[in-house]
């Protein structure tokens, strides 16, 4: 038998095929494009487009903020997306098998979740009266590891 063959077969019984892959990273795309289209939606609620050409905003440390703002909005709101399909994997996973490793990592997101939704910076001043300028944002690049290791983990989920 050809090294092809057995490769093949080891893809069968294993559960996989060829180009199932491309399947899990195509919903980790979907997910990480529906979050920042909702993270951009979200931050043009709050701040409409027409402020964002009011010269006040366009120069100085109120403009940082208002960029800073909008960065961290969608880089929150792709990294909830990502928990969010995390967990729908998860549970499914659970109901399936009933196994306590699934229902310890349903319980894992379920915590990933709200500090991700209580650090949101739109839900922050509902549950705290701290200035928001002076709450200590996480970095974006800290966001974006973040996000970059939710997408590897939903990848690695599907396949």
């Known amino acids: 038998m050809s090294n092809d063959q057995d490769q ?50 366009r120069e100085g440390r109120l403009a940082a903020l208002v960029t800073f703002l909008a960065v961290h909005i969608i880089l929150s709101t792709i990294s909830i997306s990502l928990v969010i399909a995390l967990l729908v994997v998860y549970v499914k996973t659970y109901r399936q098998t009933k196994a306590n490793f699934a229902l310890g990592l349903v319980i894992v997101l379920l915590s990933l979740l709200l500090q ?32 970059v290791a939710y997408a590897v983990f939903l990848y690695l989920s599907l396949e």
């Open 116 to 147: 991700n939704l209580l650090t949101y910076p739109l839900i922050h001043p509902l549950i705290d009266s701290t200035p928001l300028e002076s709450t200590g944002f996480t970095s974006p690049v800290a966001d974006i590891f973040q996000i």
């Open 8 to 57: 093949n077969k080891g893809q069968e019984r294993n559960g996989t095929k060829a180009g199932h892959g491309h399947a899990g990273i195509l919903i980790v795309l979907v997910v990480v494009l529906v979050g920042a289209v909702v993270g951009i939606l979200t931050f043009l609620l709050i701040i409409p487009p027409s402020f964002l050409f009011l010269p006040i905003l």
